[in-house]
């Protein structure tokens, strides 16, 4: 039955996919369009704006969305009592056995299914005046770059044999016009003086081409000049470039006018008025502003600084920091920007739902503004609650929630103080975990720090502190890990596009609660550790150590065994005739005493961040991030003592030592259509001094819905090194993606990426296998190549993400490596939240 309701599905499917099925005669479907510049064929994606009609969006070479419009049909009835009319039979057999009630919503669910098949996207159908406006819209567009003699003809191939055409469109551009003299005239005497001072060098060059973007830039700069120098009133509109026509030789003239007066309305009339620099006379702040109080009195008013503070109930806030984030003061000349300073400032405090600034002309003052500030709050108290479903290589299934309270202006200064709990559960081999945790953070905007190092930082920066405490609890999760954490970060933002981070003080405290149960969550180190007890016994007729204990001594019996081997003094002989159950212990019992170890994680880190991206939409930027990072340096000068493995210890407590640096870069092309090619490399390493471990939650690890998708968590490394075991963790990591996003209907968008990357250990150690270290470039040969699909649903708010990943590249195979388990079988489902980088 199965394969028979498939079947069907499949015939009904293929049935839609006669893409012409809704083209009328003597008409054509759009199949493709084709560009020809100075007779070169070319891709123009810079022309695709400008193109009205564009082939229906394609998946996997398939026009999906027109596919399912296709299973449509326009003739259908549209109401209940057309479609009785047109289906009696049906009608009257429905009848039959339902209501009239049931039978007139069995009759809308089918009307309603095909118009769901009609929402999606139609057949592209071409129409002359679509074609003859993309040709005019190509010839402006070659205008505006020099091209004044261009010609853009276009040409409709149709197809004989079905209800498809291509269109062509053929540019000749001819030869660009070339600036030559270059003229600037201001007849302001204050506008020459603000231009001359500032030196600004003029974009407009003799020999450069013409192009219309050129003389916009210009513009934008000279307004900008102007506007931060106190013309307040100052606009493009008192620009004009005039542009010699009238000589033959592709060659032009360029005079730069910028007119001394502006235009104002007065009783119907326009007259004159000279621009002149304004001053700011007056600044009010209304913290309180809601569009239903616009009309109510003011009840609170303070004067700080000059700046008046008001508000329809109770001024909320310390005048003092409030006042830092307003750049624009009294008796000040009006700038630009410092008003957009203002109001970037003010809406990073993340306590105002809105910043609206007004200036206003002072009434017998013509050169003196009054600016109103007016600042709607958020809800002082707002509640969040976060989900997430979560798989690994160790956890089969689990889900994680978090939830979350945040008080805006906490102590009166804008402060957010944000606690939040948390909770997860998961199912896995071992049985169900969970873990519970709780945190307090305290985020401050500015910069809270003795000795007046806040001076180093100005506040058109916006520096923060964050203050946070937090701690969490596993039960049967790894070795029921207690984390306690503390942190001061400081963060300011350089510039627009460049942020810098520094963690002072960044402590984490990790302590194992369940040690004895190592053997029984990593079974696959048991197993292996239970062979080599085996040959032991064997070579030494004992029978003291094989089989170890699956009891509550398991863990005990284990580690005395893996000491008793590791002893050269008495076995000294094992190790020679058996170096490779040996090494398989020693290696065991290193492992073991990493990942069972507490640790002190005193951090102090720097991380700077690059970030050229100008709003949400805006898929064309990179993205660059480098942290550095030091464990332990300072808190180890406060001890000398060493535990019994010889690590060193402060309060008892072994301490992590070590550097740490990682380096991300991003880069995203908007290659048209709604299509994105993006680019993510990640490179990492860990360097220990002072015999120290790398603790286990601060190593690298390959693999996940994030990283290499064909591989699960844990799974992948490291090296050419395939352990099998639950966890694989390195010292040294490379990562590279590249992914090609596209839509395929509606709010459905898919993907095809290729991931590369792995894991390696640089550490030196003796009881790390070869094949798992990065002894030099050669070891690149062990990178792993993922590749796969996916699609996500974009829900405005969030996307929801399913990757599958193939293993195209495995180099711990032994003979073939490409290709080998390329299959469904063994492919990895991948579920995530928003976009993998």
Excluded at 111 to 132: A, H, M, R, T
Excluded at 317 to 341: E, M
Excluded at 384 to 391: D, N, Y
Excluded at 451 to 473: W, Y
Aim: proline share 3%.
């Amino acid at each position: 039955m199965k394969k028979l309701s498939f079947y069907f599905l499949l015939i009904v499917f293929l049935v839609s996919c006669n893409s012409t099925k809704h083209v009328a005669d003597e008409e054509y479907m759009l199949k493709e369009n084709y560009f020809f510049i100075d007779s070169a064929k070319t891709n123009a994606t810079e022309l695709q704006k400008y193109v009205l009609q564009k082939p229906n969006p394609r998946f996997l070479g398939l026009p999906l969305g027109l596919y399912f419009h296709n299973l449509g049909n326009h003739n259908k009835p549209k109401t209940p009592s057309e479609w009785a009319k047109q289906n009696k039979r049906s009608y009257n057999f429905v009848r039959t056995i339902f209501s009239e009630k049931q039978s007139i919503a069995y009759a809308n669910s089918l009307i309603n299914l095909n118009k769901s098949f009609l929402k999606y996207q139609g057949p592209e159908i071409i129409k002359d005046i679509k074609v003859k406006r993309t040709a005019e819209n190509l010839w402006a567009y070659y205008k505006t770059q020099g091209y004044f003699k261009s010609t853009v003809t276009s040409k409709i191939n149709k197809s004989s044999t079905n209800k498809k055409a291509t269109v062509e469109y053929h540019i000749s551009k001819g030869k660009p016009t070339i600036l030559d003299s270059v003229k600037i005239k201001i007849a302001s005497p204050i506008l020459d003086s603000i231009y001359k001072k500032s030196a600004l060098e003029t974009l407009l060059k003799t020999g450069n081409q013409y192009k219309d973007q050129t003389f916009r830039n210009e513009a934008d700069n000279v307004v900008k000049l102007f506007r931060n120098n106190g013309i307040y009133h100052f606009s493009e509109s008192a620009i004009g470039f005039y542009v010699d026509s009238t000589r033959t030789d592709y060659k032009t003239n360029i005079d730069f006018l910028i007119s001394s007066n502006r235009l104002i309305e007065s009783n119907g009339n326009y007259i004159e008025k000279p621009f002149n620099v304004h001053t700011i006379k007056e600044v009010n702040v209304f913290t309180d502003y809601s569009f239903a109080k616009r009309s109510n009195s003011i009840k609170d008013s303070i004067s700080y600084n000059g700046i008046n503070f008001l508000a329809h109930d109770k001024i909320k806030y310390n005048l003092k920091y409030l006042s830092q984030s307003i750049f624009l003061k009294p008796n000040g000349i009006y700038k630009d920007t410092l008003r957009n300073l203002t109001r970037t400032h003010l809406k990073s405090l993340k306590n105002f739902k809105s910043t609206n600034i007004k200036f206003t002309p002072i009434p017998g003052f013509e050169n003196e503004l009054k600016m109103d500030i007016f600042l709607a709050p958020l809800e002082k108290y707002t509640l969040g609650f976060e989900t997430e479903l979560t798989h690994s290589n160790i956890r089969n299934i689990g889900a994680s929630a978090k939830f979350s309270i945040i008080d805006r202006n906490a102590f009166r200064g804008a402060e957010l103080l944000k606690m939040s709990l948390l909770g997860s559960w998961f199912n896995s081999n071992n049985g169900p975990g969970w873990e519970i945790g709780a945190d307090i953070s305290l985020e401050v905007p500015r910069f809270v720090a003795p000795f007046g190092l806040s001076k180093f930082v100005p506040k058109e920066m916006s520096p923060r502190t964050l203050f946070s405490f937090g701690s969490s609890f596993q039960k049967n999760i790894g070795l029921d890990r207690q984390t306690f954490t503390i942190l001061t970060d400081y963060k300011w933002q350089f510039n627009s596009k460049k942020t810098v981070q520094l963690e002072l003080l960044n402590t984490q405290y990790v302590k194992n609660l369940n040690v004895s149960s190592f053997f029984t969550i990593y079974n696959s180190e048991f197993e292996s550790l239970n062979s080599v007890a085996q040959v032991y016994d064997n070579v030494n007729n004992t029978t003291n150590n094989y089989p170890i204990p699956t009891d509550e001594n398991q863990a005990s019996k284990a580690v005395s065994f893996m000491n008793l081997v590791a002893d050269n003094n008495r076995n000294n002989n094992f190790r020679n005739t058996n170096p490779e159950e040996y090494n398989l212990a020693t290696n065991i019992l290193n492992r073991y005493n990493i990942i069972t170890s507490d640790f002190l994680i005193p951090i102090v880190g720097y991380s700077f961040t690059y970030n050229n991206q100008s709003s949400f939409k805006d898929n064309n930027f990179s993205f660059f991030k480098i942290r550095l990072a030091n464990s332990g340096n300072i808190l180890g000068f406060l001890s000398n003592k060493r535990n019994t493995n010889n690590k060193k210890t402060l309060l008892n407590i072994p301490l992590a030592q070590y550097f740490k640096s990682d380096i991300e870069y991003k880069k995203f092309w908007n290659i048209g259509n709604n299509s994105v090619f993006a680019l993510r490399t990640f490179l990492g390493a860990i360097v220990t001094y002072n015999n120290s471990d790398i603790p286990f939650t601060k190593s690298y690890f390959a693999g996940g819905s994030n990283d290499i998708r064909a591989w699960q968590t844990y799974e992948l490394g490291p090296g050419s090194r395939n352990s099998g075991l639950e966890f694989n963790i390195g010292s040294f990591k490379f990562l590279t993606s590249a992914e090609y996003r596209f839509d395929i209907i509606s709010k459905l968008k898919g993907a095809l990426f290729v991931d590369a990357g792995n894991i390696w250990d640089i550490s030196g150690s003796s009881f790390v296998e070869d094949n798992a270290k990065f002894n030099s470039l050669s070891s690149l040969k062990n990178i792993a190549i993922g590749s796969g699909l996916g699609a996500r649903w974009d829900f405005n708010f969030l996307i929801l993400r399913i990757d599958v990943g193939f293993k195209t590249y495995e180099p711990y195979l032994k003979n073939r490596k490409w290709f080998q388990n390329y299959n469904l079988s063994h492919a990895v489902y991948n579920i995530g939240i928003n976009y993998p980088f």
